[in-house]
């Protein structure tokens, strides 16, 4: 069986991490599973952390909980337009 905590680092072989990018995780739930949830969006602003290690730690998780939910996890190639929360709220 595959392990699905290590299949998900290989992710960073493909995709290009910086401290001030924004991870985008979306989920959908599968057609036909009973108990149907509405697609789900989270972003994970690296600047935030620490380290951007510890943001895509947190991406991760949060990828692996989700799919143990039933959720369909997917990953934006195309990185976002970094806006800091800050300049959010001007």
Not at 5 to 23: G, Q
Request: aromatic share 10%; hydrophobic share 35%; with cysteine.
């Amino acid at each position: 069986m595959i392990d699905q905590s290590t299949e998900i680092k290989k992710m960073w072989d493909i995709f290009r991490v910086d401290p001030d990018m924004v991870l985008e995780l979306r989920t959908l739930w599968p057609n036909g599973i009973e108990g149907g949830k509405p697609p789900r969006t989270e972003h994970f602003h690296l600047e935030e952390y620490y380290l951007a290690k510890a943001g895509q730690f947190t991406f991760e998780n949060c990828a692996l909980q989700l799919n143990d939910l039933g959720h369909t996890i997917y990953v934006m190639m195309t990185p976002i337009q970094h806006i800091s929360r800050r300049e959010r709220h001007v």
